[in-house]
């Protein structure tokens, strides 16, 4: 059974076909009823608002159902062998957002229905996907470009390093010392990071280190030492004035809304390769 936990879990080339995927269900504009009769469980938390807006209103957009619980659901004596046992009678696949990646991988070993990672505390596949259809449509030689990453070892960060194994672009991660993610290229002088760059990647920063993070920020003036065509790609939540400077939010640098728009139909090709639905 073919599941979505880890980025690499697609090959580059199934990669490049759910991009297709996405293009064709663009141009639909959710006409075809591809989910018709089909039934997916979700578990998200209260808090999620643009993974869970995305999946339930993609879903529904292609005709499926969708019932939700919370992820604490998970979170009980039951083995997760016999949860799975009942819910493969009556779902045709899961989607769960929980911060346990390991909880997922011990789902997936037993499940016969497909089960896709919609955030972990460790790694979130789907929204990094999304991205890079997004930057695919903005650069021809997306693979091409150099990513720098601003923030601290952590679920997007491991996710774009991931990513640049997987496609084989040019990583670097710009911290201070003891964020670092393992293995990845690491620049700590933060005024000198931002030279080379094509693609400017960040994550929020936790309370406990923000004090270490201060000056560790996306301005326009570092901006300037990037490539011509730079774009500045924050994970939301993002919060102005902390990882990136409110001004760079209102210039022309940011993609963020434009690039998320794209959850959508990428969310729905996942959703549709895995249940052969295309």
């Known amino acids: ?61 292609l005709g499926g159902n969708t019932i939700l619980f919370p992820p604490v659901a998970l979170d009980k ?31 997936a070993q037993y499940s016969h229905i497909p089960i896709i990672n919609a955030m972990t505390a460790v790694n979130h596949p789907c929204e990094i996907l999304s991205d890079l259809y997004s930057l695919s449509k903005r650069y021809d030689d997306y693979l091409e470009k150099h990513y720098l990453f601003v923030g601290p070892k952590g679920n997007i960060g491991n996710t774009w390093k991931a990513a640049s194994e997987w496609m084989g672009f040019p990583f670097t991660q710009c911290c201070p010392k003891g964020y670092e ?24 920063i ?13 301005t326009l003036e570092r901006l300037k030492h990037a490539n ?16 990136v400077a409110a001004d760079v939010i209102d210039s022309s640098y940011f993609v963020g809304y434009e690039f998320k728009k794209h959850l959508l139909e990428v969310q729905q090709a996942i959703i549709c390769y895995l249940l052969s639905c295309m």
Request: aromatic share 8%; glycine share 6%; proline share 4%.
């Open 1 to 61: 059974m073919k599941h979505f936990i880890h980025l690499n879990d697609f090959t580059r080339q199934e990669a490049v076909h759910i991009f297709a995927l996405a293009d064709k269900l663009r141009q639909n504009a959710g006409a075809a009823r591809l989910l018709s009769g089909k039934t997916i469980v979700l578990f998200f938390p209260e808090s999620s608002i643009r993974t869970r807006v995305s999946f339930e209103k993609g879903i529904q957009q």
């Open 77 to 107: 004596k039951e083995d997760l062998r016999d949860v799975i046992g009942y819910l493969e009678n009556w779902a045709d696949m899961l989607i769960v957002r929980h911060p346990d990646l390991s909880l997922l991988t011990h789902m």
């Open 181 to 204: 993610i393992e293995g990845a290229n690491v620049c700590y002088e933060i005024d000198r990071a931002f030279t080379g760059q094509d693609i400017i990647c960040t994550d929020s």
């Open 206 to 218: 936790p309370s406990a280190a923000s004090e270490n993070f201060k000056g560790c920020q996306v």
């Open 228 to 243: 011509a065509g730079v774009c500045v790609n924050p994970c939301p939540p993002f919060f102005r004035g902390e990882e």
